[in-house]
């Protein structure tokens, strides 16, 4: 297991669109966003891009990131490298998002992310519904429900 200092925080910046960009396409390949994607969160005025980049060993191997607006918080993606999950890396980001942020903090989150939903809660989010059909699986006739929830 890592040491919660082990990795190194950084606050993105649209320079690490790219990295993002990687790190969600391994983690979600049935819909990969692409650096111009992530780019396009910095055009929007409605609210304020906040996040980091975990570095391990100067390797990209996770980041979250959230659009915060006046009373609200959203969290766009969060994604930690399949071979590093299960190390802490997740908690250190969210842990970093939760100090830095002292408004409501929304996300979604499929309902078969059994992993992730527990982490959540551990945090202190709580499920307010589940959103029917939100995930679109590529390629597939079929999508998966979300769970909206709150901290």
Same mark, same amino acid.
């Given at each position: 297991?890592?040491? +919660?200092?082990?990795?190194?925080?950084? +606050?993105?910046?649209?320079?690490?669109? !790219?990295?993002?960009?990687?790190?969600?396409?391994?983690?979600?390949?049935?819909?990969?966003?692409? =650096?111009?994607?992530? !780019?396009?969160?910095?055009?929007?005025?409605?609210?304020?891009?906040?996040?980091?980049?975990?570095?391990?060993?100067? !390797?990209?191997?996770?980041?979250?990131?959230? =659009?915060?607006?006046?009373?609200?918080?959203?969290?766009?993606?969060?994604?930690?490298?399949?071979?590093?999950?299960?190390?802490?890396?997740?908690?250190?980001?969210?842990?970093?998002?939760?100090?830095?942020? !002292?408004?409501?903090?929304?996300?979604?989150?499929?309902?078969?992310?059994?992993?992730?939903?527990?982490?959540?809660?551990?945090?202190?989010?709580?499920?307010?519904?589940?959103?029917?059909?939100?995930?679109?699986?590529?390629?597939?006739?079929?999508?998966?429900?979300?769970?909206?929830?709150?901290?």
């Amino acid at each position: 297991m890592l040491n +919660k200092n082990l990795c190194e925080l950084i +606050k993105i910046k649209k320079d690490h669109c !790219e990295s993002m960009s990687f790190i969600h396409a391994q983690c979600f390949p049935y819909d990969i966003w692409s =650096k111009q994607t992530f !780019e396009g969160f910095y055009l929007d005025v409605y609210g304020d891009i906040i996040g980091w980049l975990a570095n391990y060993e100067d !390797e990209s191997v996770g980041f979250i990131l959230a =659009k915060q607006a006046v009373d609200t918080a959203d969290i766009l993606s969060f994604a930690v490298l399949p071979n590093f999950q299960g190390r802490g890396i997740g908690r250190q980001l969210l842990d970093q998002l939760i100090k830095n942020i !002292e408004i409501p903090i929304f996300l979604e989150v499929s309902v078969e992310n059994k992993l992730a939903i527990h982490l959540y809660q551990s945090m202190g989010f709580e499920i307010m519904t589940t959103r029917r059909n939100y995930y679109d699986k590529l390629g597939s006739q079929s999508s998966k429900d979300a769970y909206l929830m709150r901290l």
